[in-house]
């Protein structure tokens, strides 16, 4: 790569466009790293300066992005040592901007961030076809009622948006419902088609708030707005008693999606029931096994050829599968495997 002005987070970000990098990282000591065609890339630059732990802005890489931040997220940082927020840089070629989200923390030798580049519309739009072709969007979008994961443990934020945005795009074209999409960070904005959309940002335990304040906001959102379909960017971050709400909720009129950071669909099951005490378990697997539509999880590795392929593992909730997770069962589930390559 072609030498540039690492002090500069304006031209590693127009460089990362140039050369079509999905990810950007900074960590202390070590020099800056593009994902370029899945594999990080090294630029020929001298390490970042080391710096001080507990959110110091003073020196490099945090100083690189806190002009970037409001308030909010500089006091986040200060007192968490970890921030997540969307960083805006004016296009080159029009009036436009292009989006990054941000996730930082502060560990023992100074900031480590990753910088993910936001496709634009155009973008998004080739990622609905892609996953309409090889996935039940089409059904899942047709649920009066139900909960469907997509996990994976490889994906990042964008990739995640791009399957919750596939689903709630199908929906928006075709059905004229009221639809909910609670995020922490707002990373694709949706337009009212047939559908009326609401999306709220509510920060969770990332951010300065206590997770119990997050969720109390998501129901009392939910609670005034009773939607039709109700999005959540991911469960993971939810308290056992939210969960249980938004899986009953799910048996109740209204279709809930949602992601889960891990490795396979079947881990999710179990990660759902360990969330819970043992006593609650019992329960908890009757929920999943009434409600629960869909597990998806994707994996996605390149090509020969530097494209991108996407395997997925799709579980479909019939007979046999209710009958497997009340029990408990999960790794005897049947599952469908599938192949895709761009």
Not at 38 to 45: H, V
Not at 93 to 115: A, W
Not at 219 to 229: Q, R
Request: hydrophobic share 35%.
């Amino acid at each position: 790569m072609s030498d540039v002005n690492w002090h500069c987070i304006e031209n590693l970000l127009t460089l990362m466009i140039e050369y079509k990098a999905t990810e950007l990282m900074l960590v202390t000591g070590q020099t800056p790293r593009f994902r370029i065609n899945g594999e990080f890339q090294s630029l020929s630059q001298p390490e970042l300066p080391f710096e001080k732990s507990g959110g110091s802005m003073g020196e490099l890489p945090s100083a690189m992005l806190a002009d970037y931040m409001d308030d909010k997220h500089r006091q986040c940082f200060y007192y968490t040592n970890k921030v997540n927020f969307i960083l805006k840089k004016h296009k080159l070629s029009d009036s436009g901007y292009d989006r990054f989200i941000v996730s930082g923390l502060i560990q023992q030798y100074g900031g480590s961030f990753i910088i993910t580049y936001i496709p634009d519309d155009t973008q998004y739009q080739l990622a609905y076809k892609k996953f309409e072709e090889t996935l039940p969007i089409k059904q899942i979008s047709s649920y009066i009622s139900g909960l469907v994961i997509f996990t994976g443990s490889l994906l990042n934020k964008v990739e995640k948006s791009q399957l919750l945005s596939s689903v709630i795009d199908y929906r928006n074209r075709h059905y004229q419902h009221h639809i909910l999409i609670i995020e922490d960070q707002i990373i694709k904005i949706h337009q009212n088609k047939k559908s009326l959309i609401q999306q709220v940002e509510v920060l969770n335990k990332s951010s300065c708030r206590p997770s119990c304040d997050a969720d109390n906001e998501i129901f009392a959102k939910i609670d005034a707005i009773a939607p039709d379909m109700l999005v959540i960017d991911s469960i993971d971050s939810l308290t056992p008693s939210s969960l249980k709400k938004i899986l009953m909720l799910s048996g109740s009129g209204c279709l809930v999606i949602s992601t889960m950071s891990t490795t396979s669909l079947v881990n999710s099951l179990y990660r759902i029931e360990y969330f819970f005490t043992k006593n609650e378990r019992a329960y908890i697997r009757s929920i999943l096994a009434k409600n629960l539509r869909h597990i998806i999880s994707m994996e996605v590795s390149e090509t020969q050829s530097h494209g991108k392929q996407y395997k997925w593992e799709v579980m479909n909730n019939n007979d046999e599968a209710f009958r497997l997770i009340k029990k408990g069962n999960y790794d005897s589930i049947l599952i469908e495997n599938k192949v895709h390559s761009m």
